[in-house]
């Protein structure tokens, strides 16, 4: 089982090293968003708030124009059928959400750091909360991110609905990440954090059992 | 039918007649007095009708859950149609809970929107009905849209939770029953600040609401199979 997943997992590594296709848009991305809150901040001194806030925006939108690749592209290449041949579709969802869990890392790491390089006032006070809580996020926006990929994948139009979608779906996560992390940048105890930490774990393990359980329906036509 | 279709229309009559018209007093000594809550005064009636609007909009979203739920086992396309009809009358029941909600706020706390974790929840369950008809409009073939359809709904009422219990109990906010309200937290009518007739009155409105969902419900249903065998007709025509 574990085997299988890996070998989806790398498969799909494989072919992103291949064109790199994801990362670039990614990383491009993750410019441009920062480039619009700087042209939009005109050297004003952004708040913890403001900045946590901003952080996960251009998170959140970065992910959107990039996670659905991993089903999208399957489609695209016309690789569904061999994929639903070869491997159960647990399989297929868990190597897909891990491929997805490490670009989501990937890309907020290069957030963070494009904003430690451009905002002075961006300063990690707490770091085990900033990192639990950037792992956290990651896993949540993934596992979100990951199913309705797959629905998109299978709907007709496919770039526009995918943010529509993912929105109410990643709000709670986003809402709670976004309240973490002012708390990092501030430096309150690590306790005060520790509810946002209760309800991303909870989150998570809702989210992905779930998808376990209907990515049958979604993924065999 | 009929039974639930005059039931509901009674009702609600009764709760607007009655939550309109029964005085708040200080000390209510008769069973046609109101007390008076504090910090809600005469606002206090907007209970008989935001409460159970809202609450027939989670009851609506959970029927087109389960409904979703049964298609995707079943994959029998009766109850996709089911499914559909119930988030559509949740939308409705979403609107006046959010607009009756508004108009609250706007006499109680000053304006008519101000992200009270209450209204973002509100506001989130509008947007996943949006985005829920959304992606039904995205899907050409019958049978794949009911099923991504289904999917969706289920995985958005698996947060739902998340934004309706625990973020306003998290989140200090101004709704009744959130952690920073004034008469202590939870729920109005679990702490005792409402007197025994108005908890009446509150059941017979809720009461009333999920009889007039069902009625619609039954309606639009036969609505729909109506169409069905008139399109069923027309193509034997052809």
Known sequence: ?221 | MTFVKYGSIALISFVIVAGIAIPLTQSPQSWLEFPVIPGLEEKARNIFFHVPTAWTTVLAFLVSMVYGFRYLRTKNPDYDQKSVISAGLGFMFCILATVTGALWAKFNWGSYWNWDPRQTSIFILLLIYGAYFSLRSAVELEEKRASLSAVYAIVAGLTVPFFIFIMPRMMTGLHPGAQGDSSGGGPLFQSGMMAGNMRVLFYVALVGFNLLYVWLFALRLRIARLEDRQRLRQHRED
Request: glycine share 6%.
């Open chain 1, 1 to 221: 089982m574990i085997k299988q997943i890996m070998a989806v997992f790398s498969k799909d590594v494989r072919s992103e090293l291949r064109t790199r296709y994801a990362l670039n848009a990614l990383l491009m991305f993750v410019v441009t968003t920062v480039a619009i809150i700087l042209f939009a901040l005109r050297g004003e001194h952004a708040g913890p708030t403001v900045l946590a806030g901003m952080f996960w925006v251009a998170v959140f939108f970065t992910a959107m124009s990039g996670l659905s690749r991993s089903f999208v592209s399957e489609e695209e290449r016309g690789t569904t059928m061999t994929l639903q041949l070869i491997a159960s579709p647990t399989t297929v969802y868990f190597g897909k959400l891990l491929f997805n869990v490490m670009l989501t890392i990937l890309l907020v790491a290069g957030v963070t750091i494009v904003y430690l390089a451009v905002f002075p006032a961006f300063e990690i006070n707490d770091m085990s909360i900033f990192l639990l809580t950037v792992f956290l996020g990651s896993l949540g926006l993934a596992s979100a991110a990951t199913i309705i990929a797959a629905i998109i994948a299978k709907a007709g139009s496919r770039g526009t609905l995918y943010p529509v979608l993912s929105f109410p779906i990643l709000i709670v996560p986003l809402m709670t990440v976004m309240n973490a992390t002012v708390k990092s940048l501030e430096g309150t105890p690590f306790s005060d954090a520790m509810v946002d930490f209760v309800v991303l774990i909870s989150y998570v393990m809702v989210m992905t059992a779930g998808s376990v359980l209907l990515f049958d329906y979604v993924w065999k036509d």
